[in-house]
T-cell receptor, first 112, second 110 residues
Framework: DAGVIQSPRHEVTEMGQEVTLRCKPISGHDYLFWYRQTMMRGLELLIYFNNNVPIDDSGMPEDRFSAKMPNASFSTLKIQPSEPRDSAVYFC??????????FGPGTRLTVL | GENVEQHPSTLSVQEGDSAVIKCTYSDSASNYFPWYKQELGKGPQLIIDIRSNVGEKKDQRIAVTLNKTAKHFSLHITETQPEDSAVYFCAAKKNNDMRFGAGTRLTVKP
């Protein structure tokens, strides 16, 4: 398996623009997680899905953030409109119905 | 909710020496404790984990110990090598809630 796949790897955009980050989890994994990593706040859980259903989105910082998982092999994290303080590395992770969780390579987002 | 504290934030050792990173957690119901290694420009990679019914686990040069009573766990790396240089994160998980420590930047000097 290729592991968790994320795209794009880098995104530079201007304030106010819409940003969409994409994730393909490992096949067969029931859980999918979106994290944000910054120097100031470390790794923060934004939202996670179980069997494509959002379970806990309490980590989503604002209404500007939304996430979807239309099927078992694809998820998106959207920021609209983006702001400079959204600049961070966004990680997607997945795991099967046990404990071991695997991270993707991340998307480095820069909002100018 | 769970609170995970990790120390030290930076650690520098000489090649061949041992490195120890310590974490504490607050929720006694947490039952799974993974350690991740993150290299520059990459995502965190699981290197070892331990469940609450085990006190110690070893995999070659790395080992993890867990003290449930004191609610702390540690990562031990022996015979460190320059390629061990990275940021290491501990985490504590209860149900589907996994909380991460702030990370330790380990530098192994050749």
């Amino acid at each position: 398996d290729a592991g968790v796949i994320q795209s794009p790897r880098h995104e530079v955009t201007e304030m106010g623009q819409e940003v969409t980050l994409r994730c393909k989890p490992i096949s067969g994994h029931d859980y999918l997680f979106w994290y944000r990593q910054t120097m100031m706040r470390g790794l923060e859980l934004l939202i996670y899905f179980n069997n494509n259903v959002p379970i806990d989105d309490s980590g989503m910082p604002e209404d500007r953030f939304s996430a979807k998982m239309p099927n078992a092999s694809f998820s998106t994290l959207k920021i609209q409109p983006s702001e400079p303080r959204d600049s961070a590395v966004y990680f997607c992770a997945s795991r099967p119905n046990n404990n071991e969780q695997f991270f993707g390579p991340g998307t480095r987002l820069t909002v100018l | 909710g769970e609170n995970v504290e990790q120390h030290p934030s930076t650690l520098s050792v000489q090649e061949g020496d041992s490195a120890v990173i310590k974490c504490t957690y607050s929720d006694s119901a947490s039952n799974y404790f993974p350690w991740y290694k993150q290299e520059l420009g990459k995502g965190p990679q699981l290197i070892i984990d331990i469940r609450s019914n085990v006190g110690e686990k070893k995999d070659q040069r790395i080992a993890v110990t867990l003290n449930k009573t004191a609610k702390h766990f540690s990562l031990h790396i022996t015979e460190t090598q320059p390629e061990d240089s990275a940021v290491y994160f501990c985490a504590a998980k209860k149900n589907n809630d996994m909380r991460f420590g702030a990370g330790t930047r380990l530098t192994v000097k050749p």
